[in-house]
Nanobody, 116 residues
Framework: QVHLVESGGGLVQAGGSLRLSCTVS????????MGWYRQAPGKQRELVAG???????NYRDSVKGRFTISRDNAKNTVDLQMNSLKSEDTAVYYC??????????WGQGTQVTVSS
C-alpha cells in the first residue's frame, strides 16, 4: 500500500512564499520520480516540477527561478518551495510518485490561493 500525505497549502499574497510537503508511506520502496502537479478551475492538470531518484529536477517554464523541488529518499518526502507567487499559481496542488512498473500514485491535493 502507498499513502501520500500533503501539507503546506494556504492563502498568500502575491509575491509571498509557501512550502508544500508530501510524505510517502511505502513498504520500503523509493519512487523513481516524485513530483508536483496542479490543477486550476476549468483547466487540465499540469506538471509543475519533478525530481528523479538521483535528484535531477525539472520545472515547467512558468515556475523556473521561483520554485524549487527537493526530495529526501531516506524519509520518502518531496517538497516544493514556492517563492514570488503569482495569482496564476492559484490551483490545487497534487503530489505524485512514480514507482515505474509498480504504479503511479497521487495525493489528495492541497489548495494554494494567491491573492493579488
Amino acid at each position: 500500500q502507498v499513502h501520500l500525505v500533503e501539507s503546506g497549502g494556504g492563502l498568500v499574497q502575491a509575491g509571498g512564499s509557501l512550502r508544500l510537503s508530501c510524505t510517502v508511506s511505502t513498504s520500503g520502496f523509493v519512487a523513481n520520480v516524485m513530483g508536483w502537479y496542479r490543477q486550476a478551475p476549468g483547466k487540465q492538470r499540469e506538471l509543475v516540477a519533478g525530481i528523479t531518484r538521483g535528484g535531477i529536477p525539472n520545472y515547467r517554464d512558468s515556475v523556473k527561478g521561483r520554485f524549487t523541488i527537493s526530495r529526501d529518499n531516506a524519509k520518502n518526502t518531496v517538497d516544493l518551495q514556492m517563492n514570488s507567487l503569482k495569482s496564476e499559481d492559484t490551483a490545487v496542488y497534487y503530489c505524485n510518485v512514480n514507482f515505474g512498473s509498480y504504479g503511479t500514485y497521487w495525493g489528495q491535493g492541497t489548495q494554494v490561493t494567491v491573492s493579488s
